[in-house]
C-alpha cells in the first residue's frame, strides 16, 4: 500500500472519530449520522483508489503517458531550413545511440510549437542558443508521441519554427524539400520514412501524402470539413441526422470531387485515428470514410471510445490558431493510440526496431545535445 493510500485511509478514520464524539453527544441518533458519513466516504475512498489504481497501471504498461528514457542515450540533432519564402525553420531529430538504422516518424503537431515556446529554467553559465535548441527539442521528452517512438528505436523528427504563422506560410515544395532531408539521414531506412499528423494539420497533411510517398501515413480524425475555409459546424452538428448527400448538399458540392481527387492521389497506407465522442466522427462517417472507398486508398482505423486530446487556443480567429495552444491528453486513450500506431509503424518498416528499457535516472539533456 503506498503511502498516499495509506494517508486517505488514516483521514477517513480521523474524521470518523472526530464526528462521532460531536455528534454523539447531541442527540441518539448520532450513531445513524456516523454510520452514513462512514459509508459516504469509503465509498468515495473506494471510488478515488480505483482511478488511482487504474492511472498507476496506465503508467506502467508498455505505452505511458510519457516514456522516461535516459536522455545521455539519446542523440539529438538540429539542422537549419530554409524555405522558399526566405524564412527559416529548424529541423529537429533524435534517435537512441543504438539505433544505428531506424524507421523514421516525422510528426505534424501543433504541441511542439507549444512546448518549444514554454518557459524553462534557465541553467547558469548556458548560452541563450542552446537554451533555445533544446527549448525546440523539447517535444522529444515531454509528448507521449516523442518519447514513446524514441523508446521503440523510432528516429523521430519535426520543424519548428519561432511562431505558427511561419510554419503555415510554408509550402508543399519546403514540405518535401524536409521529407527528403529526413530520409537522406545516415541513420534512416529510406524506405521506412512515416508520416503522423494530428487533426489541426488533416488539410496539409493529406495534400502531403499526395505528393509525397510515405512508408505509412497516421492522420488523427478531423473535427471539420476538408479542403474548406469554412467548418460548417451547423452541419457537423446534425449529421447524425442527415444523408450523405444531403451533407454534400448542403455544405459544399464541390468539396466531394476535391475529397475523392486528394485521396486518390495517396499511395501510403493510412492508419486514421477515430473517436466515438469526436462531434465530427458520423460526418466524417458520411463523407471521409466513403471517399477513402471510392478512391481506392489502403486505409485501416484505430477507434478510441473517448478523444486522446483537447486542445486550449489562446487567441486566433476563423479556426486559424495564431498563439501556442495548451494540450491535454486522455491517459487511457492516448495509451491505446500509442499501442496501435507503434504496432502499424513496425509492421511496415523494412527495418527492425531497436527496444530501449525505460530508465528513471534524470540524466543531464545538455550532455545529449549536439549539433
Not at 512546448?115 to 553559465?125: D, E
Not at 446534425?238 to 485521396?263: A, F, G, M, Q
Amino acid at each position: 500500500m503506498n503511502t498516499r493510500r495509506k494517508k486517505l485511509i488514516v483521514f477517513a478514520l480521523a474524521w470518523v472519530l472526530f464526528t462521532f464524539i460531536a455528534k454523539g453527544n447531541e442527540n441518539a441518533g448520532g450513531l445513524d449520522i456516523v454510520e452514513d458519513g462512514v459509508e459516504d466516504i469509503f465509498s468515495e475512498l473506494t471510488r478515488e483508489m480505483e482511478r488511482r489504481a487504474a492511472i498507476e497501471e496506465m503508467l506502467n504498461k508498455p505505452y505511458p503517458i510519457r516514456k522516461r528514457l535516459n536522455r545521455n542515450e539519446i542523440i539529438v540533432r538540429h539542422k537549419t531550413m530554409t524555405f522558399e519564402s526566405g524564412q527559416k525553420a529548424t529541423l529537429i531529430y533524435g534517435r537512441h545511440k543504438k539505433a544505428k538504422l531506424a524507421p523514421a516518424v516525422f510528426v505534424i503537431d501543433v504541441e511542439a510549437a507549444s512546448l518549444s515556446s514554454a518557459p524553462k529554467r534557465t541553467i547558469w553559465g548556458q548560452s541563450k542558443r542552446k537554451e533555445n535548441l533544446e527549448k525546440k527539442a523539447r517535444y522529444l521528452w515531454t509528448s507521449p508521441f516523442g518519447s514513446n517512438l524514441l523508446a521503440h528505436g523510432f528516429l523521430v523528427a519535426y520543424l519548428v519554427t519561432d511562431d505558427l504563422a511561419t510554419l503555415r506560410k510554408a509550402k508543399i515544395i519546403d514540405w518535401l524539400d524536409t521529407f527528403d532531408t529526413v530520409r537522406d539521414l545516415k541513420p534512416v531506412e529510406p524506405n521506412s520514412l512515416f508520416l503522423l499528423s494530428t487533426k489541426e494539420y488533416a488539410n496539409l497533411s493529406l495534400y502531403l501524402a499526395a505528393r509525397y510517398a510515405f512508408a505509412g501515413f497516421v492522420l488523427e480524425e478531423p473535427q471539420y470539413m476538408l479542403f474548406s475555409r469554412r467548418t460548417y459546424e451547423h452541419i457537423i452538428e446534425r449529421s447524425h441526422r442527415l444523408s450523405e448527400e444531403e451533407i454534400w448538399r448542403r455544405t459544399d458540392p464541390t468539396r466531394e470531387e476535391k475529397y475523392r481527387s486528394v485521396l486518390s492521389d495517396i499511395s501510403s497506407p493510412i492508419l486514421l485515428i477515430r473517436s466515438e465522442d469526436n462531434s465530427a466522427f458520423e460526418f466524417n462517417e458520411k463523407t471521409l470514410i466513403p471517399k477513402l472507398l471510392e478512391s481506392n486508398t489502403y486505409f485501416e482505423t484505430l477507434t478510441l471510445e473517448r478523444q486522446p486530446r483537447w486542445i486550449t487556443t489562446f487567441g486566433g480567429e476563423r479556426g486559424v490558431m495564431n498563439i501556442t495552444p495548451e494540450v491535454r491528453y486522455d491517459v487511457m486513450s492516448i495509451s491505446e493510440w500509442l499501442e496501435g500506431m507503434i504496432t502499424y509503424f513496425k509492421m511496415n518498416s523494412s527495418v527492425d526496431t531497436v527496444s530501449v528499457s525505460e530508465s528513471r535516472n534524470r540524466a543531464s539533456f545538455a550532455s545529449s545535445f549536439q549539433n
